[in-house]
C-alpha cells in the first residue's frame, strides 16, 4: 500500500484501478471498523453511495471488510453525501461512509469517511486507519462477525430533515423550479423536497444509468438547466453535483449564480438577523475578492482557507462559525448539516425569495466580481511541473506584474493529476496576459 491513502476529500481515483479496488476497500473496511469500534455491545456503520456503476463493487468489499470486524453494516443506497453525515450521528453509527467521486466523471470513485459525530475525519484519524491497513486489521471471531442489511427508510429519512431547514411552513407554493441532480446520488431526493414543499418540480438529470452521472449535466455543467428555464419560464433553477454536496443557481433569466453569490446573500441575511456566528464566513483561497470585499462593506469577516470543504468545517468548527463553503458550491451551514449540503444552500436561497417577494435574479449578483481566470493543466503521474526553475519563474514574474491588483493561485489538484491555474485581477487584460504564462510554463514541464 502506498504510505498515503487519503487525499483533500478521503479515497479518490479510476474504478478498477489502485486505489479504487475492490481488494483496497475491503481492507480499508477492516481498518476503519477496527479502528472505530466502541466498547459497547453493538457496533455499526452506515454505507451510502451515488450512482456509478462500480459503487456496486465498492460497496460489496467494504461491507465484507467491516463485518469482518464485527460491525453490523447499514446499506443505504443513493442518498446525498449529506444525508450520510446525518445518518450516521442520528442512527448512532460508529462510522459512515459515503462511496461517491462527487463532480467527476463516471469511471471514478472515492471513499469518504465519517466519524460517529457526522463530521469528516481528522487528519489524526485517517493516518490511523492507514497505520492499521499497512499492519493488518485484528478479525473478529467467527461467532462477532457483523451483519448487514439495507437500510429501507434512509431516503425518507432525509427528506423529512432536509424540509424542516426550510424556515416557511407555507411553503413554495406558486413557484417554477427546474433542478438538476446530475443522474446522481439526489436523484429522488431533491425533487421529492421541493415538490413536497409545494413547489412546481421539473426535474432533469434523474435518469442514472451507473454511466451518465456528471454527464453534461449538475453543478459542473449547468448548461441544460439554464435552457430548461428559459424553456419552461421557471423561476430557479438548481444544479447540484454527482453527490449532491455542492450547488450552483440559475435565475429565470439563465444566468448562473456561483457557491460565492449564494454564501455571500445567505451571510448578509444570516447577519442582518444576528445569526451569523460571529459575523464571519469561512470560504477557501479560491474565493473572489469581490466577495471580500462584499463582506468587509457589510461589517462581515471573511476567512479563508486551504482549498476543501474539509478545511473549512475544520475553521468553522474550531472558530466557532456557522457558515461557510467554496466557490465550487459547497455551502456549508452546521446548523443545519454537518458538510457541504447542495439541497439545504438552495433551500435558503429560496427562503430569500419568499421572505423578500424578489426574483432569483435581483438575489444572485450579490457582488460584482473580480475578473477571475481559472485553468486546469493535465500533467502526466509522476511528474512535479510546479517544482520546476520555468514555472516558478512564470509564477513569479505573473505575481510582479500584478502588483497589489491581483493574485495568483497556482495548486495541484487533491483528487486528479491536474495543475489548478487561478489568477485574478482588476486588468482583465493583464490577468489573460499572466495566467497565459504560467498556463503555457505548465504544460511544457508536464
Known sequence: MADKLFGTDGVRGRANRYPMTADMALKLGAAAGRYFRRDRQEHRVV???????????????????????????FLLGPIPTPAVGYLTHGLRADVGVMISASHNP?????????????????????????????DGARLAQPENIGRAKRFEDARGRYVEYAKTTFPYRGRLEGLRIVVDCANGAAYRTA???????????IPIGVEP????????????????AAKKVIDVR?????????????????????????????????????????RLKGDTL???????????RHLEAKGIALKRTGVGDRHVVEAMR???????????????????ATTGDGLIGALQFLASMVETGKRASDLARVFEPVPQTLVNVRYTEGREPLETDEVQQAIA??????????????????TEPLIRVMGEAVDEALLGQVVNRVVTAVKAAS
Open 47 to 73: 454505507i451510502g453511495k451515488d450512482t456509478r456503476l462500480s459503487g456496486y463493487m465498492i460497496e460489496y468489499a467494504l461491507t465484507a471488510g467491516f463485518a469482518s470486524t464485527g460491525m453490523d453494516v
Open 106 to 134: 463516471a469511471a471514478d470513485n472515492g471513499i469518504k469517511l465519517f466519524g460517529p459525530d457526522g463530521y469528516k475525519l481528522s487528519d489524526e484519524a485517517e493516518a490511523g486507519i492507514e497505520q492499521l491497513m499497512r
Open 191 to 201: 425533487p421529492a423536497v421541493l415538490w413536497e414543499l409545494g413547489a412546481e418540480v
Open 209 to 224: 444509468d451507473g454511466t451518465n452521472i456528471n454527464a453534461n449535466c449538475g453543478s459542473t455543467r449547468p448548461e441544460a
Open 234 to 274: 421557471a423561476d430557479l433553477g438548481i444544479c447540484l453535483d454527482g453527490d449532491a454536496d455542492r450547488v450552483v443557481l440559475v435565475d429565470e433569466k439563465g444566468q448562473v449564480a456561483d457557491g460565492d453569490q449564494i454564501m455571500a446573500l445567505i451571510a448578509t441575511r444570516w447577519a442582518e438577523e444576528g
Open 282 to 292: 469561512v470560504a477557501t483561497v479560491m474565493s473572489n475578492l469581490g466577495l471580500e
Open 318 to 336: 474550531a472558530g466557532g462559525h456557522n457558515l461557510g463553503g467554496e466557490q465550487s458550491g459547497h455551502i456549508v451551514m452546521t446548523d443545519y
Open 397 to 414: 514574474d505573473g505575481e510582479k506584474a500584478f502588483g497589489g491588483d491581483g493574485r495568483l493561485l497556482i495548486r495541484k489538484s487533491g
